[in-house]
């Protein structure tokens, strides 16, 4: 102890020092060993922990940047998805309104045509109510003539079946009868 | 009225009118009131008026009749009147000339005219009929001033119509 002790302070002779700034051989020796030692604890000991850190932050890192891609996959589907639903519904929208718009036309073409046979139907119909008019009040003027004429021929044989013509008649009858057969 | 029941009142028509030994001439004048009944609404309207009394109704068939029918076929009439049966007096009538007419195997011929024949043309008209349609034949004669003029008639299904109406009706038509 005591051989150490003197050999410490004869190294720690200020006029044994051969530089200002450098170190002395021993402490450089010491120093070295002590940092060798302490180095190498720390790798042996803190090592791993680090490393497994820094693995698992590394794995945290990739596995961050997995999910990122990911959603930044889903988000190009979706929006791809949204660009074609917008592209759909701008194609529904054209065919209904195309749809729409040939209906309308389909409609007023209709509706053109039926006014049309309707504004038809209503010329032929006062075109033959006119006929019928015209016809009944021949056929009313020839059925006055025809009644008039019948009453005015009933009263002249009536006025004109006197007893004798009626003898004449119901003698007539009987010879006609019995000249049937 | 059910036939049945026009059958059994015709049938007792004609064996009280058989009875009385007159069934001809009953059988001629209840056809003419068959006749007169069908014709005269106003009379089917008091002969067949049940809010009538019967009595009243009766009264009535006998002031018509009297003195210008028998008393068989008076005393017949205010029977089916008094009974309730006015309405179907033409019906009962027509059916027992119809089997008075069977008994003699003849069938009724009707003959209407506008004016009454006299008996002598109505035999003379039997005889033409009968020999025209060769069946013995049991005449009608009813008096209708609504043909005007000439005769019709009927025996069985046959009309033979020279009627000056029916001619005026062709007229008519033909206008």
Redesign the interface.
Known sequence: MNLFVTALLAVEDPTQTHHWLLPETAEIIYGGLASVIVFGGLFKFAGPMVKKSMKARTEKIQKELDGAAAARSKSETDAAGIRQALGDIEAERRKILAEADAQATAILADGRARLTKEVAELEAKAAADLAAARGRSGEELRGEIARLSSAATSSAVAASLNERAQQELIESFIKSVGAAK | MSDARIEAYSRALFEVAQAEGNLSVVEDELFRMARAVESSEQLRGILTDATIPAERRQQVVEQLLGGKASNTSVQLVSLIVGSGRGRDLPAIVDRLVQRASSEQQREVAEVR???A?SDD?TK??A???S??T?RKLNLKVVVDPSV????V?TVGDEV?D?T?RTR?EQ??TR?
């Open positions: 005219s506008a004016v024949l043309q003379r008209l005889e033409a009929l020999k025209s060769g005007l003029g000439g005769l008639a033979i020279d000056v005026l007229i008519k206008i």
